[in-house]
C-alpha cells in the first residue's frame, strides 16, 4: 500500500542474488524503461523505480485479474467472443507498443491478466526492446533465445534481436489459438522439436477442435501464424 497516494501497487524486486548478474540486473531496469515509454489502458503502468538498501525494484500499479493460461485451465476453451474481445485489447496495446518503438517479445497467456470486468492488462517487459536503442550489450548477444516456445515466432526463434511487431503478432496468434484450443498449436515435444514446428508445420486447423467457429476465425488465425513475417 502506498500511503502517500493511497493506493495499492504491486511492487517487483530484483532478488540480490541475482542482481550480480549483469544480464539480469540490464533486463530488470529494461524492463522498467519498456514499460515507462508505454501508456495503455491494456499495459501495467510503472509508477516508480528504485533502489533501498541495495535492492532494486520497479512499483506497477497493482492489478486484480487472473491471467489467460490460469483462465483456460480452470474453464476450458473460452467463448469465441470472450477470446476476440483479449485478443483485440492486446492488439491495440501492440500497436500502441510499436508506435512508441517498443516490442514485446514475450506474449503468452501467463501475461495476459484479465480484470473480473473483462479488461486486460499485459504485463512482463522483461524481454522487451526499444527499437531506437542499441546498446552496446544487446540483452540477446549471449545467443539465448527469448521467449516461451509454445509462443514464440520462426524469426524471433531464429534471431531475437531481429524481431518487430509481426512477432507479436505470431505469439498473439498462438495465444488465441491457445484460447480458443485449450492448447497452443504446437503442444508436443522438446524445445528443439517445438521450434522446428513454428519453423516448417502449419498449426492445425482451429476447427480440428471447435468446428462450430465460423471460417473467419480459421483465416485470421492462419494470417497471424504465417511463418514469413511478410
Known amino acids: 500500500f502506498d500511503p502517500r497516494l493511497a493506493r ?15 544480464e539480469t540486473r540490464l533486463r530488470f ?20 523505480v528504485g533502489e533501498e538498501r541495495g535492492l532494486q525494484y520497479i512499483v506497477f500499479e ?8 490460469e483462465l483456460v485451465e480452470e474453464r476450458g476453451p473460452l467463448p469465441l467472443a470472450e477470446a476476440v474481445s483479449y485478443t483485440l485489447q492486446v492488439a491495440d496495446a501492440l500497436a500502441h507498443a510499436a508506435d512508441r518503438g517498443v516490442v514485446h ?6 501475461n495476459m491478466l484479465i480484470t473480473p470486468d473483462g479488461h486486460v492488462k499485459l504485463i512482463d ?28 515466432s520462426p524469426e524471433q526463434a531464429r534471431d531475437p ?10 505469439s498473439l496468434g498462438c495465444t488465441l489459438f491457445f484460447m480458443l484450443a ?9 524445445v528443439l522439436q517445438k521450434l522446428l514446428q513454428h519453423q516448417t508445420e502449419q498449426p492445425p486447423e482451429i476447427h480440428k477442435f ?8 480459421g483465416r485470421v488465425l492462419r494470417k497471424m501464424l504465417a511463418k514469413d513475417p511478410r
Not at 517487459?125 to 514464440?152: H, W
Open 8 to 22: 495499492h501497487v504491486a511492487v517487483k524486486v530484483l532478488a540480490p542474488d541475482q542482481a550480480t548478474d549483469e
Open 29 to 48: 531496469q529494461n524492463e522498467a524503461q519498456s514499460a515507462a515509454r508505454l501508456d495503455h489502458e491494456n499495459i501495467a503502468r510503472v509508477f516508480y
Open 62 to 69: 497493482f492489478i486484480e485479474g487472473t491471467n489467460v493460461r
Open 105 to 110: 517479445r514475450d506474449i503468452k497467456p501467463s
Open 125 to 152: 517487459m522483461g524481454l522487451a526492446r526499444l527499437r531506437q536503442v542499441q546498446p552496446a550489450g544487446d540483452l540477446t548477444a549471449s545467443g539465448v533465445t527469448l521467449g516461451t516456445f509454445d509462443y514464440i
Open 161 to 170: 534481436r531481429n524481431a518487430d511487431v509481426r512477432s507479436d503478432i505470431y
Open 182 to 190: 485449450g492448447r497452443p498449436p504446437f503442444p508436443q515435444g522438446t
Open 210 to 217: 471447435r468446428p462450430e467457429l465460423p471460417d473467419e476465425m
